[in-house]
């Protein structure tokens, strides 16, 4: 009986150990142990494992180890500081932009385009020596201000494409201010060339602040985060570059740093290694996704009858028996022939009609409105003189660099500007004279008629739009004066010419002729000559 009993248990000592080799060769080939418990690596005692001395080990996988990067050179503080500038300053005027959308939109990114390069150039300066500007690396130096002076192009473009665009004083602030970008090229305290920009954004912001600032309270906002960028900036330029950008006397050539910048770049974007191999015994790869769902869209059979005006016109191409269908008409089901069923008819009165909306109402005529007092005053740097009619002494106003001057339904008044101002904007005018020393920006004039400006000093800028006749007369110093006009005519130029210094007297074109030409496969536009 001992005998049987120990047979029995020897077999059953047997028949576990086969059962857990079994299950140690299952658990191998389809689990794989995780790594972070090395209490679970290690072998597992069983039976077998007294039988066979010899323990098992699993196979580690061949550790992997990453090439070591070189530090990156620490910035400077100043291009630090100048980075807080744009993630903090620059970055709420975009994203306020963004809010309105469109055009501002549009505008604002190369804003931001531009501060970026901006960002690139006073890193080229930190490492640099500073090109010799009168010399053979000019053109050095008009490479390295190229992309910002790119970026500011861009900005203006948007503007003058779009002049009449409902945001178009949104845009003309933005334009106006964005000359502030040129700062870097200023010598002498550049956060003064700040400030005065800021001047010239503020004639068309303030603007938009009047006309919005009981409505909409997302453009007041971003009129004051694009008059913060310039507030902030004016504190960064007076801390780190008062007396201008200092470069690096021990620094290298511009052009050699200028292309270590551009192509460290790629090097950092290249690709990432690829991924190490699965450690030996993992588990193997899932199986590939079975095919998407198939969409079954029940199509509706296309109706055989047609509809809407089809219907109409196939019922009349039946010629006779578009009539087949109607039924006759009793005698007393006819309302002519029976009063009482005119009396009950379910027709609706005519009167219950809708009726056609009135036309709009025209405006007023000039000489038919209310003449309000006529104005002149100096509210912060905005000159506004309006409605002045017939003033029999000249109008003077003594303006500075950051005074920008609204001129707004004065007839027949003559207006001196004294001093070298910002800019002058003139509306709905008759008649008006205008005399001005110099200017920084522009004159841009309205729908105006008989309109005459003299310029003693110098002036960038003349915008004409809705002109009926203008006297332009230029100085020598203004003699390169750019001219853009549209919807005008009737616009005189007068130059001083000849030994006598006479004015001379040049019509700006008013008859454009146009045709398709086939070789260029474009319009061509030419100016018409009348000879006389």
Known sequence: MAQNNIHNLVTLIKRLEAATTRLED????????????????????????????????????????????????????????????????????????????????????KVLEGFKQQRRFLLISTKAKKPDITGAEMVVYQELLKPINEALMAVGSIKESNRGSPVFSQLSAVAEGIMVLAWVTVDNKPFKHVEESLGSAQFFGNRVLKEHK?????????????????????????????????????????????KSLDSAPAASAAAPPPPPPPAAGGAPPPPPPGPPPVLQIKEQPASSKPEGMGAVFSELNKGENVTKGLRKVDKSEMTHKNPSLRAGSTVGDSSAR????????????????????????????????????????????????????????????????????????????????????????????????????????????????????????????????????????GINVNVLSGPDDDYKEIPLPGQICSYYDEEKGDMVNEIVDHAG
């Open 26 to 109: 299952i658990a191998s080939s389809t689990i794989e142990l995780p790594q972070a418990v090395p209490a679970l690596t290690a072998t597992v005692a069983t039976p077998s494992s007294v039988a066979s001395p010899t323990p098992q080990r699993i196979a580690s996988a061949p550790t992997l180890v990453a090439p070591e990067q070189a530090p990156q050179e620490p910035l400077p503080e100043s291009i630090e500081e100048f980075d807080a500038f744009i993630n903090q300053s620059v970055d709420k005027y975009v994203k306020a932009s963004n809010r309105l959308g469109g055009l501002i939109a549009e505008q604002a990114s």
């Open 214 to 258: 009981d409505k909409d309270p997302d453009q007041v906002e971003w009129v004051q985060s694009f008059y913060q960028v310039f507030r902030d900036l004016a504190e960064y330029v007076k801390q780190y570059f008062p007396n201008g950008i200092p470069w690096n006397a021990k620094g290298q050539p511009a052009a050699e740093v200028a």
């Open 354 to 489: 809708g009726k056609s909306p009135a036309p709009g109402k025209k405006p007023k005529p000039e000489s038919m409105r209310v003449k309000k007092p006529p104005k002149k005053e100096l509210d912060g740097n905005k000159w506004t003189i309006e409605n002045f009619d017939k003033h029999p002494e000249p109008i003077e106003i003594e303006a500075e660099m950051s005074h920008s001057i609204l001129i707004s339904r004065c007839n027949q008044t003559t207006i001196i500007v004294k001093g070298k101002a910002n800019a002058v904007t003139i509306e709905n005018t008759q008649r008006l004279s205008l005399v001005i020393d110099s200017l920084v920006s522009t004159v841009d004039v309205v729908k105006s008629s008989n309109f005459a400006l003299q310029v003693l000093g110098t002036l960038p800028t003349i915008l004409l739009d809705q002109l009926d006749g203008a006297q332009i007369y230029l100085s020598k110093e203004s003699i390169s004066t750019r001219i853009f006009s549209s919807k005008s005519a």
